[in-house]
């Protein structure tokens, strides 16, 4: 059975990969995007510091129009996961969610990354409403209130101190924390007042988001905030079936050059998934060049097998 070639396949529909359609439907190629814009990071924010859009926007609106934009210009979506990837003759080989399978000339990730949650009642129904995943993104929200953020890596107490100077009151709830010397030494100059212990349960009411948590050393704070930062982990389980390099520090980001580049011919990567700062505005302009890139690489394998 003959599979359909794409000239490009981006996996992800968050902005990165929508980015990267566009350019890349634009530069008359066979565009597949995959991937749920459900899904994607942004999907529950509300985005207040991406220039040229005023005021708050939410992302469900800004993912839903990008996607309209980009098949405008060609682009065809599926909803649906990429479960497998390979690698043949001048092909990469795509099994999706639904049984069906598609070739490629080229590859653009742009899976985002996968937040560590704790698990917890509230957790999910408090998101955006007092819970929040992003110290970055939503610190400003908080500005004078009390808030939590819990983790044992340096994403946590990184966040903490960035949070120091904005909030009234900032906790760090950290069985064991697990950091260099440099920020342990930052953290014990602050105001931020390290608690070890684990949070047990998120307390709230609907309309008002979270009120307060309670520890498992039997402590209860009353916050209005909580920023769950336990660092966090890629889609890369797909990359490296094919032999994508990894950062060597962390072995949580897709290693790319300036070009959006993996170490595999025709493959890129760009968003989130390529590291931090997890921002809306580095994923579209990665995506912008993983698209043009890719679109280029395409098109010139396409010339050399057809002649068109
Ligand atoms: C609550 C919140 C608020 C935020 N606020 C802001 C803000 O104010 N400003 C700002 O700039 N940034 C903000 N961000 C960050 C921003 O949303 C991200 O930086 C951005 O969405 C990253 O884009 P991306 O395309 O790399 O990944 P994502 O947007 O996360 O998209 C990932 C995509 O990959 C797809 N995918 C994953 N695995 C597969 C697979 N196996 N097969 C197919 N598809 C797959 C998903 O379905 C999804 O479509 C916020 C994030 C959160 C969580």
């Not at 819990?150 to 990184?158: E, H």
């Not at 039997?218 to 982990?233: N, P, R, V, W, Y």
């Amino acid at each position: 059975m003959t599979q359909e070639l794409f000239d490009v396949v981006i996996v992800g529909t968050g902005p990165a990969g929508i980015q990267a359609a566009i350019h890349a439907a634009r530069k008359q190629t066979k565009v597949l995007v995959l991937g749920r814009i459900e899904n994607s990071s942004l999907y529950h924010g509300h985005i207040e510091n991406y220039a040229f859009v005023p005021g708050m926007t939410t992302g469900s609106d800004m993912l839903q129009i990008g996607v309209n934009q980009a098949k405008n210009f060609g682009a065809s979506f599926l909803e649906g996961d990429l479960l497998h990837l390979s690698q043949g003759n001048d092909r990469l080989n795509l099994k999706l969610e639904d049984g069906s399978e598609v070739q490629a000339r080229t590859l653009i990730l742009t899976m985002g990354v996968a937040k560590k949650k704790l698990g917890l009642d509230g957790e999910k129904e408090f998101l955006g409403k007092g819970v929040s995943y992003c110290v970055d993104c939503d610190a400003n929200f908080f500005r004078n209130a009390v808030v939590c953020v819990t983790g044992d890596r340096s994403a946590a107490v990184d966040g903490a101190l960035t949070l120091e100077p904005i909030a009234s009151k900032v906790y760090l709830v950290a069985d064991e924390l697990e950091v260099c010397e440099d920020l342990l030494t930052q953290l014990t100059k602050s105001s931020v007042e390290h608690i070890e212990s684990k949070i047990t349960k998120i307390n709230g009411e609907k309309f008002q988001g979270v009120q307060s948590i309670e520890l498992a050393n039997g402590q209860k704070l009353g916050i209005d905030g909580l920023f769950i930062e336990m660092g966090s982990k890629g889609a890369l389980q797909l990359a490296t079936l094919i032999g994508v390099e990894l950062d060597p520090e962390h072995m949580q980001y897709i290693t790319v050059n300036r070009k959006q580049e993996t170490n595999i011919p025709g493959v890129y990567a760009a968003g989130d998934i390529t590291g931090p700062p997890y921002q809306m505005a580095k994923a579209v302009g990665e995506g912008c060049v993983a698209g043009m890139e890719a679109a280029t690489y395409a098109r010139a394998m396409r010339k050399k097998e057809t002649g068109k």
